[in-house]
C-alpha cells in the first residue's frame, strides 16, 4: 500500500491531484490506525518521508514559505505548472503539512532516538516552512468535500 501512494504521489500526469490527494488521505488513516504495528510505521518512515520533505519545502521564488496564507497558493502548481486541478493540488499541500505536524505529534520516538517524523518536522520547522492553522485546514477539507457541499469552498477559493 505504501509502495503504490509513494508511487501515485511521484506519477506526474498519470494521476490526478485529485487521486493524490486520495492516495496522501489513504496513507494518513492506515498510518494512525497501525499505530500498534511499529514495523509499518518504520516502513513509511523509510519509504516515503524523503519525498514528503521535499513537497512540504515546495515553495515558488516569488512566494514567501514562511507564509501560511499563501499555501493554496504554492500547493496549486505543486505537481505540474500546468496543473489540471489546482485546487485539489493546493488542498494536498496543506493536508501534507498538517499530517507531518500530525504524525511527528503521534509519534515523536522510534527507540529511544526521534522519529523520521520528527526530524523531518523539525527540519521544516527550522527552514522556516508555515504549518496550516485549524481554519485553512477546515477550509480545505471543506473544499475537498463533493461538490453538493455549495458554497463550503469559497473561503478556499477566495485564498487562491
Not at 490527494?21 to 510505521?41: I, Q, T, W, Y
Not at 514562511?66 to 489546482?86: C, M
Not at 516552512?129 to 458554497?151: E, I, R
Request: proline letters at 5%; charged letters at 20%.
Amino acid at each position: 500500500m505504501v509502495d503504490h501512494v509513494k508511487m501515485v504521489i511521484k506519477s506526474g500526469k498519470k494521476h490526478t491531484s485529485h487521486e493524490k490527494l486520495r492516495s496522501l488521505n489513504l496513507l494518513d488513516k492506515a498510518l494512525l490506525g497501525a499505530a500498534k504495528n511499529p514495523a509499518f510505521v518504520t516502513y513509511v518512515q523509510k519509504k516515503i518521508m524523503d519525498r514528503l520533505r521535499i513537497m512540504c519545502s515546495y515553495c515558488p521564488k516569488d512566494m514567501q514559505i514562511s507564509d501560511a496564507s499563501n499555501l493554496p497558493q504554492r500547493g496549486s502548481n505543486l505537481f505540474l505548472a500546468d496543473e489540471l486541478q489546482p485546487r485539489f493540488a493546493a488542498i494536498f499541500l496543506v493536508q501534507l503539512l498538517h499530517n507531518v505536524q500530525s504524525w511527528a505529534a503521534k509519534f515523536p520516538k522510534e527507540g529511544n532516538n526521534p522519529s523520521t517524523f520528527t526530524k523531518v518536522h523539525t527540519e521544516l520547522v527550522n527552514q522556516g516552512v508555515s504549518f496550516p492553522g485549524q481554519a485553512l485546514l477546515q477550509a480545505c477539507q471543506n473544499a475537498a468535500a463533493p461538490k453538493n457541499a455549495g458554497s463550503r469552498n469559497s473561503e478556499l477559493e477566495a485564498r487562491q
